[in-house]
């Protein structure tokens, strides 16, 4: 992996990255639906419409963090059906995942992010450019793609997008276009995940728990293995093994046992008396 910036806060920003004037119209539009977004199918609908103008894309994750936690809740949206939960868990693996590849790029400079094997870094402006073998980018079900944040540890709550399977070739007048937008998909994306009926609220001593993961939990409670859990929810068992593992970690835990005993306790989990 090869990582490169020309990052300069006096370099104005190129030609070919600046909105036309019918992206500029269209910006304007998308950034005033953007205010009436509170639901995630709502969500959905908005990056469906006007946005796919400005930024053709049939793979979209987001990452959601507060300052009294380390790492980042991550969900993803797709219209693609090579892009999986498989492939999405593999992307957000932390270290060496594509996705916390692009986000360790990112808080260097807090510029959007391009990952891509096709150009250097001085033809996209001052934004920072991963160089990937063709056949990652491939694997991965996203090809190249764009990466941006907001916030950082001194922000309440911060926000981290990466858009993938791109329509067009990537470029930098892309980046300018998440990096003008950014701010309010950050509020948006707060406003639409504050109102989540999916996410568990727990106390100060665990992380949030994701729907599916709370799911997960319930069954690993009740002593289901990782293969019987994949069975019930029509899953891979890859995808169970990954998402016990946040479960651990969210819970603060070692093993299996733990987790059920802490979630008994926490009350995320029904706890049945025979």
Sequence with gaps: MII????????????????????????????????????????FNWLQAGFQYLLAHEVMIFGIKSNET?????????????????????AIEREVGLVSQALHAWKKTAQPVLVTNQMQANEFNQYSV????????KASEMGDFLAHGFGDNHT??????????????????????LELIMPHLHCALIRVTSNRSNVVQVSKSAKKITGRESE???????????????????????????HVQNILRKLDVQN????????????LVKVRNN
């Design 216 to 242: 997960i939990l319930q069954w690993v409670h009740m002593g289901k293995t990782n293969w019987e859990i994949s069975t019930i929810l029509d899953i891979s068992p890859l995808t169970v093994k990954n």
């Design 130 to 137: 991963i160089n990937l073998p063709q056949a990652s980018l």
């Design 4 to 43: 490169s910036s020309n990052f300069n806060l006096d370099e104005p920003v190129k030609a070919e990255a600046c909105l036309d004037d019918e992206q500029r119209v269209v910006f304007m539009e998308v950034i005033e639906e953007s205010l009436r977004l509170s639901q995630r199918t709502h969500l």
């Design 70 to 90: 380390e790492d980042y809740d991550f969900e993803y949206f797709t219209s693609s059906r090579y892009f999986d939960e498989t492939r999405f868990n593999e």
């Design 256 to 267: 299996r046992g733990q987790a059920a005993v802490k979630a008994a306790k926490l009350g």
């Design 156 to 177: 309440r709550i911060s926000t981290f997008v990466v858009f993938g399977r791109l329509s067009k070739k990537i470029s930098s007048n892309h980046s300018r276009i």
